[in-house]
């Protein structure tokens, strides 16, 4: 059985920093990231990781974020600096079985996902 465990989430100021981690187990995936929904919006990329280590990131989190994997652990991290209030979302983790690192969020496997609340 596949889970996907997300930690870390919680209340930060503007500016301010945070670190989620991700435990995944039942299975190896090809890629792992992250996808955020804030209230009355869509599901949305954030960040992705590839098995051969590459990345890709939305372009409003580029330079703020860091996405990092741990695949001897199946884990996967996100490295969130320099908050904004527009990232305040529920931030899910997922894995996904493609060739390719998706940014549509039709990837297989999803955490409950954590609550992220960036205060102005």
């Known amino acids: 059985q596949v889970q996907l465990v997300e930690s870390g989430g919680g209340l930060v100021q503007a500016g301010g920093s945070l670190r989620l981690s991700c435990a995944a187990s039942?299975?190896?995936?090809?890629?792992m990231g992250w996808f955020r929904q804030a209230p009355g919006k869509e599901r949305e990329f954030v960040a992705g990781?590839?098995?051969?280590?590459?990345?890709k990131y939305a372009d409003s989190v580029k330079g703020r974020f860091t996405i990092s994997r741990d695949t001897a652990k199946n884990m996967v991290y996100l490295q969130m600096n320099s908050l904004k209030a527009e990232d305040t979302a529920v931030y899910y983790c997922?894995?996904?079985?493609?060739?390719?690192?998706?940014?549509?969020?039709?990837?297989?496997?999803w955490g409950q996902g954590t609550q992220v609340t960036v205060s102005s």
């Open positions: 997922s894995a996904d079985t493609s060739v390719v690192v998706r940014t549509t969020p039709t990837w297989d496997y």
């Open positions: 039942g299975r190896t995936f090809s890629n």
């Open positions: 990781s590839s098995w051969s280590g590459s990345t």
